[in-house]
């Protein structure tokens, strides 16, 4: 499968692209840690974290103020707070209304309309506490009440928007956008914030969670149909769920989640990030011209085991505690190499499994291409990628190999390994 990023004009406004950070998992981040992860945002045109938080943990406040203090002192980055109504229970309105005015006149806080910007993680159960929030706040409030539906939410007094947490496809099919465009109509003059994530897979016993959502070519995908929807806001899922295997940010070690560390160890996905200035650029001028192209560069992503490999260890295509009808993980996540190419101009692209006939493809034009290779049963020691124009390389790179071997506990691990070209 082949396919390109296409330039077409569209309205642009002004726009904004936020990282999810779970707070829950920053406990042991020192300054130079905060520094760095927002660094790396910067680097990738995220505007800011949206700080996911839980009303029990006790190390809340400290590494609020930390996040904040560091994007403080390196400026042109925004935080905004999103209260999970799910993970520890629900808030006490009292302490969302002191939460907010803690840091609402921050430097780093992101303002729309002159006003603090907060988002939820749901809060179904919970909507009425918001017009007393907001009246002791100044607050612009655009919930993730996805539960409610489109219409419910948009028809809210309360609501200034919408955050949609709609981010993977059911099954085995490819996500898309159709439920943004519902939203986005359902709000009319209204925010709405469209949700991005690379992948889906957890397997935590503690927590009762073992399913995975098809991520393969959603990375490209999703971020062409943001350049079509043309959202007001985008928020990628996530900066640092381990856990969830949607992280594009650095691995901390000690915010990876008991129980997952076997599937994310050694699983890098900072190559996620390497398109997105090419991504959000397009996004933030309404596709109505190229971004700049500084150099070529190569993305891929893929399962270090082919899915009959080992055990699936129970877990399921989709997630049969939300009602969805359960298929085989290996149906929902295919046995693929998913690649894209950012180039100047048309080239030849090469993917090969180790020491196996090398798959010849074709990126037509300039821009982002993107292509899935089948496994086809092969495995080897790596998996060698290259871009070559006239029959000179331009670039290449080198991917960790596919392997039978599932290492002691026999299980295929369904995080995806990522890397790219330095």
């Not at 660094?39 to 590494?63: C, E, M, R, V, W």
């Not at 699983?267 to 070529?296: C, Q, V």
């Amino acid at each position: 499968m082949a396919t390109a990023l296409s330039f077409c004009a569209q309205q642009a406004s002004a726009k904004a692209v936020f990282a999810h950070f779970i707070i829950g998992n920053s406990a042991n981040m020192a300054t130079a840690d905060w520094t760095d992860d927002i660094q790396k945002a910067k680097d990738a045109h995220i505007d800011g974290f949206a700080l996911n938080i839980a009303p029990t943990d006790t190390y809340t406040d400290s590494s609020l103020r930390a996040a904040y203090d560091a994007a403080n002192a390196l400026g042109g980055f925004s935080l905004f707070l999103s209260f999970d109504y799910l993970s520890q229970g629900v808030w006490d309105p009292s302490a969302v209304i002191r939460t907010i005015n803690t840091y609402k006149n921050e430097a780093s806080q992101y303002k729309y309309n002159n006003k603090p910007f907060v988002s939820t993680f749901e809060g179904v159960q919970n909507t009425g506490d918001w017009a007393n929030i907001k009246s002791l706040t100044g607050c612009y409030f655009v919930p993730s009440w996805t539960s409610l539906g489109s219409s419910t939410v948009a028809s809210n007094p309360d609501v200034d928007g919408a955050f949609a947490w709609d981010a993977w496809p059911v099954g085995a099919n490819d996500k898309d956008d159709s439920n943004d465009k519902e939203w986005k109509s359902a709000l009319g003059a209204k925010s709405y914030m469209m949700a991005v994530s690379p992948w889906f897979y957890t397997n935590i016993p503690n927590w009762g969670k073992n399913w995975l959502w098809r991520g393969d070519d959603l990375w490209y995908d999703r971020w062409q149909q943001v350049i079509e929807v043309q959202p007001e806001f985008v928020e990628i899922i996530t900066w640092n769920d381990y856990g969830e295997t949607h992280y594009i940010g650095p691995i901390r070690a000690g915010g990876v989640p008991d129980g997952s560390q076997h599937y994310v160890s050694g699983m890098d996905h900072d190559h996620w990030r390497t398109l997105l200035p090419f991504y959000i650029d397009a996004y933030k001028s309404g596709n109505a011209t190229m971004p700049t192209i500084d150099a070529e560069k190569l993305v891929f992503w893929y399962r270090l085991n082919p899915s009959g490999a080992g055990s699936n260890g129970g877990t399921t295509g989709n997630n049969p505690a939300q009602g969805q009808p359960v298929v085989d993980p290996a149906q929902a996540s295919q046995d693929k190499i998913f690649v894209s190419v950012l180039v100047k101009s048309p080239a030849d692209v090469t993917v090969q499994i180790g020491s196996n006939a090398p798959t010849s493809l074709k990126a037509t034009t300039a821009g982002v291409n993107h292509f899935s290779v089948p496994f086809n049963g092969q495995t080897g020691s790596s998996v060698s990628f290259a871009v070559s124009r006239n029959g000179q390389q331009v670039v290449s790179a080198k991917g960790n190999g596919i392997t039978n071997n599932c290492g002691d506990n026999g299980l295929v691990n369904w995080n995806a390994w990522v890397g790219g070209s330095s």
